[in-house]
């Protein structure tokens, strides 16, 4: 009888109902890919940078012309690099090929799966969705985030979880559309990508890397919570 209260005094400081009628909780993870090249100045923001350079032009301290003109007496041995920025729209943005990480560079990127492995999918038909595990006997949640992730990209060396605790949460309800959907809660921890452009994803039948305007086209009914959930 100590021994069992002892576990339930555990799970209520976790946070988790002990009750054997209790809601199954969901540990979802998005998987983002941040910008890799600084994003496109607004019209507006570059107007006036260009109004604060004139400005400043005007009380500018003017130097002497042979200081000014030493970089134009270098020898030709000197050694010098001719920059060429490559270019921001990638092949893969010319198809439109969602599958890969070469795309939308100054963009962040969001990983999504398509497949039955989603908990409370309509007779196991195959959806879009976000990572996720049901939690089972995991130390932590942000454990079974981890195990999520780890079950679909194979190795986690390339990936940083930003922080413990999860970052947002969807009480899921049965519908009229619906009615045998469970009841749940999908909480959402955040995961980014580090030093690589390619991951073997599996244990699904399809999966992309989108945007979070692209996102909505995912998920329409839930467009309101992804809003809020994403800010950037």
């Not at 890919?33 to 496109?40: A, C, E, N, S, W």
């Not at 908990?119 to 879009?128: D, M, Q, R, T």
């Not at 990936?159 to 413990?164: A, E, H, I, M, R």
Request: glycine share 4%; charged share 25%.
């Amino acid at each position: 009888m100590q021994a069992s209260t002892s576990l339930a005094r555990s799970l209520k400081r976790r946070g988790f109902c002990t009750s054997a009628a209790s809601e199954k909780i969901v540990a979802a993870v998005l998987f983002e890919r941040l910008p890799v090249v600084i994003p496109k100045i607004d019209p507006i923001v570059y107007a006036f940078q260009e109004f604060s350079f004139q400005w400043t032009q005007q009380y500018r301290r003017k130097y002497p012309d042979e200081v000014l003109g030493r970089s134009d007496a270098r020898g030709k041995g000197d050694y010098q690099i001719d920059y060429v920025p490559a270019p921001r729209v990638t092949e893969a943005d010319k198809t439109n090929d969602r599958r890969s990480l070469q795309r939308a560079l100054d963009r962040r990127l969001y990983l999504l799966l398509y497949g039955t492995s989603a908990y409370g999918a309509p007779s196991n038909k195959p959806v879009w969705h976000f990572p996720e595990k049901v939690y089972e006997s995991e130390e932590t949640l942000r454990k079974c985030a981890e195990s999520a992730l780890q079950s679909v990209i194979g190795d986690l060396s390339h990936t940083y979880f930003v922080g413990n605790a999860p970052f947002a949460h969807l009480p899921i309800q049965a519908t009229e559309e619906n009615p045998v959907l469970p009841s749940f809660k999908r909480f959402f921890f955040k995961s980014q990508v580090i030093g690589t452009n390619k991951f073997n994803v599996g244990k699904c039948e399809d999966h992309v890397w989108v945007t979070k305007d692209e996102l909505m086209e995912y998920f329409p009914e839930q467009a309101t919570f992804l809003n809020q959930m994403i800010i950037s």
